[in-house]
């Protein structure tokens, strides 16, 4: 199993961003996936999770952290086994490390705690800075 995201770099306050986590070796379908962050000397935090979708099954329910709700979005295209987080108004306190997890629940369900997921990937840089 892989989860590769890609996306971060160097914004600007107002700016937007959308990462991407792409993954391969599992039924990207059945799992619940979340984006977490961590800045330096903070601890890690999860910011978004969406719930599975796919099959004709309903889902794709998501759940932000309260700072991030009215700027952050949280999408998922299974075609492309692809995890998506849009990031709207970018402010410096975004500055961190941005990381993609999965895990499988067996239904319509996801989570903002990372002991929950069990696969995750290596992270992307997110800087904002004027």
């Known amino acids: 199993v892989q989860l590769v995201e890609a996306g971060g770099g160097l914004a600007q306050p107002g700016e937007s961003l959308r990462l991407s986590c792409t993954t391969s070796?599992?039924?990207?379908?059945?799992?619940?996936m979340g984006w977490f962050r961590q800045a330096p000397g903070k601890e890690r935090e999860g910011v978004s999770c969406?719930?599975?979708?796919?099959?004709?099954?309903?889902?794709?329910?998501?759940y932000y952290a309260d700072p991030v709700k009215d700027r952050f979005a949280d999408s998922r295209d299974n075609a492309k086994n692809t995890l998506y987080l849009k990031i709207d108004s970018l402010k410096p306190e975004d500055t961190a490390m941005y990381y993609c997890?999965?895990?499988?629940?067996?239904?319509?369900?996801?989570?903002?705690?990372?002991?929950?997921?069990?696969?995750w990937g290596q992270g992307t840089q997110v800087t904002v800075s004027s």
């Open positions: 070796g599992l039924n990207f379908d059945d799992y619940g």
């Open positions: 969406i719930s599975w979708r796919g099959g004709g099954r309903s889902g794709g329910r998501t």
């Open positions: 997890a999965g895990a499988y629940w067996g239904y319509d369900y996801c989570s903002r705690s990372g002991k929950d997921y069990i696969y």
